[in-house]
């Protein structure tokens, strides 16, 4: 397999809902355990069946009865030991594609469900009874099957994920970890530069009655505080020294566009580690990926299998020898079309070459000089966002599961509601690589409020396509008054045709934050001529 350097491209050898969504969900994965027979890699050499998950029942970290199943090899064994924690909000099935695929290769695959939220021995949200319970799951697999006490692997869609990172800190049975579409620091899933999220909520609402009621109010409340001597020991990212000293073998999965918990800090923990390491960036959703192998399993499942085969099995399939940042392009085509291909960097920081600043200027106009101009635009505070409506389901689904990119009509901008300023065409393809960061100058008329930034590929036709977002909410200033600020947007790689505009929308509201507005009350953004905002925009 070959992989390209920065400047080409090759191809390589949500959850689920509830109610109507939820039922449809786990038929359409169910008819995936029909098509694994056919879709999964094929059996190892001497291998003479199909393997067949059994149900078993293991004592938590507690003494509270957990459920989950085992599907193992053919032979005696030893064989090396993969568990797969699952969410309770997340189907089992969800994991189907992944257990059997790594049984047939030769895996003792174990998926177990993690603690309700309500009854006794309730989740305590990555806390140490359910992260300890990774290590009661290991325990019984290492006496009850063919498992190999000296070869443990670990990995997990979301929630799963993170739990996965921190039993891995914690046993140092544990070798290697799969993390996809999870989180390094359990702030990022509590709020976005000081706005909470929707996630939050949810957060909350699964995690012990005794804390539920403190970390509701901290979130609402905005209590940075609390929510940090909660989150800290959650966090995958304060463990590293653990990671580095035993050379755990880390693997990560993570989507552009994510929208439950977006990783601010994974660029950040991704370079401070020393063992090894892999991460790989693709267009969609959270836990979108996951959710289209359930179905039809492809890429992403040989990738983890690849990973944990060389780590755990000590095989020579040059995985160690690929760069440890893999990433295709927001715009990079759907997750089933052709020209699947990745491009390799030897680090986080390395995809950016450069920076090209724009600066906001008259005529709602982005320019590379600035022009002296203080006028810029006044947003009336709504809860509807001028490019991400959370009534567009659709929209969402789509660039979630197929890594597509849905087209936002930038007419749809409502006066007073959101403002969108402008480049020049692109006179040749430009490679977005890294973080965007933007400063403005808000003058508030109340002392709490959320301005929401949208980074568009705008087209000829003036449909505009997402490359990055970010929220910002300040608190305790003085209305009336302005001050500067800059915003990191969230980390993208996008390649911007040649005739194509860049385009920066801000507005009030966005579907996967809880703004801190006052329902009409208006934020002045501009761009002082001694002081002039701008855009930065990293350039590979």
């Given at each position: 397999?070959?992989?390209?350097?920065?400047?080409?491209?090759?191809?390589?050898?949500?959850?689920?809902?509830?109610?109507?969504?939820?039922?449809?969900?786990?038929?359409?994965?169910?008819?995936?355990?029909?098509?694994?027979?056919?879709?999964?890699?094929?059996?190892p050499?001497?291998?003479?069946?199909?393997?067949?998950?059994?149900?078993?029942?293991?004592?938590?970290?507690?003494?509270?009865?957990l459920?989950?199943?085992?599907?193992?090899?053919?032979?005696?064994?030893?064989?090396?030991?993969?568990?797969?924690?699952?969410?309770?909000s997340?189907?089992?099935?969800?994991?189907?594609?992944?257990?059997?695929?790594?049984?047939?290769?030769?895996?003792?695959?174990?998926?177990?469900?993690?603690?309700?939220p309500?009854?006794?021995?309730a989740?305590?949200?990555?806390g140490?009874?359910?992260?300890?319970?990774?290590?009661?799951?290991v325990?019984?697999?290492?006496?009850?099957?063919?498992?190999?006490?000296?070869?443990?692997?670990?990995?997990?869609?979301?929630?799963?994920?993170v739990?996965?990172?921190?039993?891995?800190?914690r046993?140092?049975?544990?070798?290697?970890?799969?993390?996809?579409?999870?989180?390094?620091?359990?702030?990022?899933?509590?709020?976005?530069?000081?706005?909470?999220?929707?996630?939050?909520?949810?957060?909350?609402?699964y995690?012990?009655?005794e804390?539920?009621?403190a970390?509701?109010?901290?979130?609402?409340?905005?209590?940075?505080?609390?929510?940090?001597?909660?989150?800290?020991?959650?966090?995958?990212?304060?463990?590293?020294d653990?990671?580095?000293?035993?050379r755990?073998?880390?693997?990560?999965?993570?989507?552009?566009?994510?929208?439950?918990?977006?990783a601010?800090?994974?660029?950040?923990?991704?370079?401070?580690?020393?063992?090894?390491?892999?991460?790989e960036?693709?267009?969609?959703?959270?836990?979108?990926?996951?959710?289209?192998?359930?179905?039809?399993?492809g890429?992403?499942?040989?990738?983890?299998?690849?990973?944990?085969?060389?780590?755990?099995?000590?095989?020579?399939?040059g995985v160690?020898?690929?760069p440890?940042?893999?990433?295709?392009?927001?715009?990079?085509g759907?997750?089933?079309?052709?020209?699947?291909?990745?491009?390799?960097?030897?680090?986080?920081?390395?995809?950016?070459?450069?920076?090209?600043?724009?600066?906001l200027?008259?005529?709602?106009?982005?320019?590379?000089?600035?022009?002296?101009?203080?006028?810029?635009?006044?947003?009336?505070?709504?809860?509807?966002?001028?490019?991400?409506?959370?009534?567009?389901?659709?929209?969402?689904s789509?660039?979630?599961?197929?890594?597509?990119?849905?087209?936002?009509?930038?007419?749809?901008?409502p006066?007073?509601?959101?403002?969108?300023?402008?480049?020049r065409?692109?006179?040749?393809?430009?490679?977005?690589?890294?973080t965007?960061?933007?400063?403005?100058?808000?003058?508030?008329?109340?002392g709490?409020?959320?301005?929401?930034?949208?980074?568009?590929?705008?087209?000829?036709?003036?449909?505009?396509?997402?490359?990055?977002?970010?929220?910002?909410?300040?608190t305790?200033?003085?209305?009336?008054?302005?001050?500067?600020?800059?915003?990191?947007l969230?980390?993208?790689a996008?390649?911007?045709?040649?005739?194509?505009?860049l385009?920066?929308?801000?507005?009030?509201?966005?579907?996967?934050?809880?703004?801190?507005?006052?329902?009409?009350?208006?934020?002045?953004?501009?761009?002082?001529?001694?002081?002039?905002?701008?855009?930065?925009?990293?350039?590979?």
């Amino acid at each position: 397999m070959r992989y390209a350097s920065s400047s080409d491209h090759h191809s390589p050898a949500g959850r689920a809902g509830r109610g109507r969504r939820r039922r449809a969900a786990a038929l359409l994965l169910a008819l995936s355990g029909f098509l694994l027979a056919l879709a999964a890699p094929a059996p190892p050499a001497g291998a003479a069946h199909v393997p067949v998950p059994r149900p078993f029942v293991f004592t938590g970290a507690d003494g509270t009865p957990l459920k989950g199943n085992v599907a193992e090899p053919a032979g005696p064994g030893p064989h090396p030991l993969l568990v797969l924690p699952c969410w309770v909000s997340m189907p089992e099935l969800l994991m189907t594609s992944t257990q059997l695929a790594a049984a047939r290769d030769g895996y003792v695959a174990v998926v177990y469900q993690t603690r309700l939220p309500v009854g006794p021995g309730a989740a305590d949200l990555q806390g140490l009874r359910d992260v300890g319970d990774v290590s009661r799951v290991v325990d019984w697999a290492l006496e009850h099957t063919s498992a190999d006490a000296r070869h443990i692997g670990l990995g997990g869609v979301s929630y799963g994920s993170v739990v996965s990172l921190l039993a891995a800190a914690r046993d140092p049975r544990i070798s290697a970890v799969a993390a996809l579409s999870g989180w390094v620091d359990t702030m990022d899933a509590l709020e976005d530069h000081g706005t909470p999220t929707l996630p939050s909520l949810g957060i909350g609402a699964y995690t012990t009655v005794e804390q539920r009621g403190a970390l509701l109010d901290a979130v609402l409340r905005h209590d940075r505080e609390r929510l940090a001597a909660w989150a800290g020991p959650r966090s995958p990212i304060a463990y590293v020294d653990r990671y580095n000293a035993r050379r755990v073998a880390l693997f990560f999965a993570l989507t552009w566009g994510e929208g439950v918990t977006p990783a601010p800090r994974l660029g950040e923990f991704l370079d401070r580690l020393r063992g090894p390491k892999r991460l790989e960036m693709r267009p969609g959703d959270h836990a979108g990926p996951e959710m289209a192998e359930a179905l039809l399993p492809g890429e992403l499942i040989r990738s983890i299998l690849r990973w944990m085969d060389h780590h755990l099995k000590g095989r020579e399939n040059g995985v160690d020898r690929e760069p440890p940042v893999l990433l295709r392009p927001v715009n990079s085509g759907p997750r089933f079309g052709a020209g699947y291909g990745w491009e390799g960097h030897p680090s986080w920081a390395a995809m950016t070459g450069s920076t090209r600043r724009l600066f906001l200027g008259a005529g709602r106009s982005l320019r590379e000089t600035p022009d002296g101009s203080a006028t810029g635009a006044t947003l009336t505070a709504v809860p509807v966002s001028p490019t991400d409506n959370g009534l567009l389901m659709f929209q969402r689904s789509a660039e979630a599961v197929l890594g597509v990119q849905v087209p936002r009509p930038l007419a749809l901008v409502p006066p007073g509601g959101g403002a969108v300023w402008t480049s020049r065409p692109a006179a040749f393809t430009r490679y977005v690589r890294g973080t965007p960061r933007v400063r403005l100058t808000i003058t508030p008329e109340a002392g709490t409020g959320t301005v929401v930034v949208h980074l568009l590929d705008a087209d000829a036709l003036g449909n505009g396509r997402l490359m990055t977002w970010a929220p910002y909410t300040f608190t305790g200033r003085t209305p009336g008054r302005p001050f500067t600020v800059e915003i990191p947007l969230y980390a993208t790689a996008y390649d911007l045709p040649a005739g194509h505009r860049l385009a920066l929308a801000a507005g009030t509201a966005d579907s996967r934050v809880l703004a801190r507005n006052a329902l009409l009350r208006r934020i002045t953004l501009s761009s002082p001529a001694g002081s002039p905002s701008w855009l930065d925009v990293p350039l590979r």
